[in-house]
Each structure stands twice: as structure tokens, then as C-alpha cells.
């Protein structure tokens, strides 16, 4: 994920190095410093000693307890910072028994239920207690480890940091002509709306027929949106351009005109953080229309970077949609918002030296 990379190479005052099972899209995010785990030898007595004897949890008895801890001991690691809550449960053990400290930090899509893990409610508690500090990317993320139970003064906001430079603002022309561009840019998922940002600009399009919608990205939602664009009668004003490059994708921000991103929470509590791709667009001046959802609200003022509107109301999308066409002066002034705002309060460079500050932080306060 771009964040996770910005974060890792936007270190100043650590060393990192990488802990993966596996390296993908290398050429997509070079990085030198990658440790990959390899399969421990399998021995059968010791296996069934340490899985039925022990009671050891998988980690230890599988062999990767112990690959784990010859990498951290052979690089002198002196802290580890576990991405996602759920690869925090998965190492727990280890964790518990690591005497460095560890810290997790949570993105959205890891404070959702997992209703095929049993128990995983019960040992995420438990990680929460066990971790020295928490980091989540916004507030509505720190509300939602709360109620899980973790305590409030281990939990410290970690905000996207977005590299202003490689987003500079564009100068844009308001399409008289009603040549509309829109944009989302997203892994195609279910909570990011993607039904509600088609539907609304269906009904969009019927006034400004001229007007293209293009959402950039991957995932399995692909072919059904397709599909759904079929079946509203907009599938020639809609493109699906997959996975972009950082230059892509800043030319096509540049080449919009609006950023949809009508987020919406899953049945199985999926939620966002901050999404990435809506504060890269409103760097370069884009106005968003999004939803009251997850740490959206905390990236987008209502009102005068953005017009939020509740999940799933198409109506309320259409009508911020049309309020942003409506008028040039209105559109104006909520896109140099938008650039002016998210440069306030997201830019990388200060972003990294407050995750660098709670790294000093564990350091001093210790495993526990």
C-alpha cells in the first residue's frame, strides 16, 4: 500500500528494514532492506511435542516463532511496527514474549469483526492490553478501539502523510461546456460505494450528458460495476483505467475536475480510515463529494473543502454533485480549499517525524 511505502522510506531519525512472507510489485516500491521468511524445516516430533504436549500456538509450533526471532536478533532490531491489527493478532505470541517493544497500527478494514476466527475478538483485546502504544489514522478509528476496550491514553493518531510535491496543485478551467470530469480513485470494494457514486452520476449525466466518470483501480468489484454502468445506460461516459502509477494518477487528477468518494460502512463493520487517494486529489485542488463516514469527516470540512452527504444516499450525492456544477465561483473556492487544507494538516514530512516521536515513545516506555 502507497502509505505504508511513504512511511517506510520517509523515515529520517530510524533504520528500517522489511519483514515479509513474500515480495510483490518490487518495481512499484523499490526498497532494498527486505527480509523475507523462509519456510522453517518441518520436524514431526518436535512439531507434535510443542503443538500437543506444550500447548503451543501455531506460530511457535509451525517454526515461525523462532524464523522471526533469528531476523529481529540478527539485525539488532530494537522495536517493531506490526502493520494491520489482524497481523498483530496472528503475532501476539511473539509478541508477548519479544522483550523489545512492539506497536500496531490499524487502518480500517482490521477493526472488523471475523466471524471465521474464533476467539479472535478475545486475543485482540488481548494484544490491546499487551502493546505499549496504538496507532490508527483518525479519530473515528481511535473511537472504535475503545469500545473495543483498549485504553485511550495508548492510542496516538498516525495521519496519511501525502509527498505535496508529487501533487501539485493544477490550474483547471470550470467546463462551461458541461464536459464534467469526475474521478475515483479506490480498490473496488464494497465499502467504498462505488454503486452510489454510478448511480448518482447516471443522474448527473442526464444534465450534462457530456460529463465522464473515471474510477481507477483494482479488485473484485471490477466486472459488476462494469456491469451496473451496462445497465444504467452510462457505460461509454465511464472508464475503469485499473491500477495507475503516482505520476498517473496525479495527471489524471489534474485532467478532473470533481473526487467521488461515497464511503460507506460493510455488514461486517469494514470502515475507513483516511483515504489516501482523496487527500492526493484534493492536493492537486480537487472539491470531493464524499460521505459522513469513518475519518473522512476528518479530512474533508463540510462545507468548505468538500460536501459530505450520509452513506448510501444517492440523492444527497446528486444533489452536491449538481451544487459544485452549478456554479464556477462555488467550485472555485472549495477546490483552493481543498488544496490549502490538506496541506495543513497532512503533509509527509510532518507526518513522519510525529510517527518517528511515538517511536521514541515505545523506546522509552518499553514492551508493557
Known sequence: MMHIYRQVTGLQNYRTFIIAQQRMSAEKFPFDEVELTRKPNS?????????????????????EYGVLE??????????????FGHTGVH??????????PSIVSFHGMDVQARADRPGYAE????????????????????????????????????????PMDKFPVAERAFPRDGRWKLVQACRLI???????????FADFAKRYPQATFTIAGEGPLLAPMQTLAGELGIAELVYFPGFLSEEQLCQLYHDSHLFVHPSQ??????????PNAMLEAMATGLPVAATLHG??????????????????DVEGLIHALDSFASSEDFWRRFSKAAAHDVRQNF??????????????????????
Open 295 to 312: 475519518g473522512i469527516p476528518e479530512a474533508v470540512i463540510n462545507g468548505k473543502t468538500g460536501l459530505l452527504v450520509p452513506e448510501r
Open 347 to 368: 503533509e509527509q514530512s510532518a507526518q513522519i517525524e510525529k510517527l518517528e516521536g511515538f517511536y521514541d515513545e515505545a523506546l522509552a516506555t518499553g514492551r508493557k
Open 123 to 162: 486475543k485482540l483485546s488481548e494484544l490491546l492490553a499487551t502493546l505499549p502504544l496504538v496507532l490508527v489514522r483518525s479519530h473515528s478509528l481511535r473511537d472504535r478501539l475503545v469500545e473495543l476496550g483498549c485504553p485511550d491514553q495508548k492510542i496516538r493518531i498516525n495521519r496519511t502523510g501525502i
Open 190 to 200: 464494497e465499502k467504498k460505494g462505488l454503486d452510489a457514486a454510478l448511480r448518482a
Open 265 to 274: 460502512l460493510t455488514e461486517d463493520q469494514n470502515q475507513e480510515g483516511v
Open 43 to 63: 520436524n514431526f516430533v518436535r512439531r507434535f511435542w510443542l503443538k500437543y504436549i506444550r500447548k503451543e500456538p501455531p506460530i511457535v509450533y509451525r517454526g
Open 91 to 100: 503475532l501476539l505470541p511473539f509478541i508477548q514474549r519479544w522483550p523489545k
Open 70 to 83: 533469528n531476523v529481529l536478533r540478527e539485525r539488532g532490531a530494537d522495536l517493531m511496527h506490526v502493520y
